[in-house]
C-alpha cells in the first residue's frame, strides 16, 4: 500500500545517492572535472524521486477514511512532509548559489570552490512507529 511505498521511495534514493556513481559524476578524472551528463542524468532522477513524493503525498491527503483512522492519514502526511520540505529547502540552497555565481564568477580566476550541497532526507521514527502500531491494530498484524 501507500506506506509501503512511501518507504520503498525512502530506500530508493538511498541506494541512488549512496551508489558509488553518484559522487563519481562529481570527481575530477584525469582533469577533465566532472562528468556533465552525468550529473544531468543525476538531476533528473534526483527530480523523478521528488515528483514520486509529491504524487505519494497528494495520494494520501485525498484518502477517504473513518473519523477514528485521521490519525493515522495525519501521521502518514507528516511523514511524506519530511521529504519534501528537504527537497524544498536543497533547492532553495541551490538557487542562492546559482543566484551568487554571476558575482562570483566576474572576480574568480581558476577554479572556484561554492562548497556544497546536500539533500538530506529523514523520517521521523516516532511517527513511524505510531503509525504501524495503529495500522497494526486496525489489520490485527
Known amino acids: ?3 509501503d511505498e512511501m518507504m520503498a521511495t525512502e530506500q530508493q534514493v538511498h541506494s541512488f545517492m549512496s551508489a558509488p556513481a553518484f559522487m563519481a559524476a562529481f570527481a575530477e578524472v584525469d582533469d577533465a572535472g ?3 551528463e552525468a550529473i544531468k542524468h ?3 532522477r534526483t527530480m523523478d524521486f521528488c515528483e514520486r513524493f509529491l504524487e505519494l503525498s497528494e495520494r494520501c491527503r485525498a484518502l477517504s477514511v473513518r473519523s477514528d483512522q485521521v490519525d493515522i492519514v495525519t501521521d502518514c502526511a507528516h511523514i511524506l512532509n519530511d521529504p519534501l520540505q528537504s527537497y524544498r529547502e536543497f533547492i532553495d540552497d541551490f538557487a542562492d548559489v546559482v543566484k551568487a555565481l554571476p558575482r562570483v564568477l566576474q572576480h574568480a580566476s581558476g ?3 561554492m562548497g556544497s ?3 538530506y532526507l529523514s ?3 516516532k511517527r513511524y512507529a505510531r503509525m504501524i502500531k495503529r495500522l497494526d491494530a486496525i489489520t490485527g498484524a
Do not use: Q
Open 1 to 3: 500500500g501507500l506506506v
Open 34 to 36: 566532472p562528468d556533465p
Open 42 to 44: 543525476i538531476a533528473n
Open 111 to 113: 577554479t572556484v570552490d
Open 117 to 119: 550541497l546536500g539533500l
Open 123 to 125: 523520517v521521523d521514527d
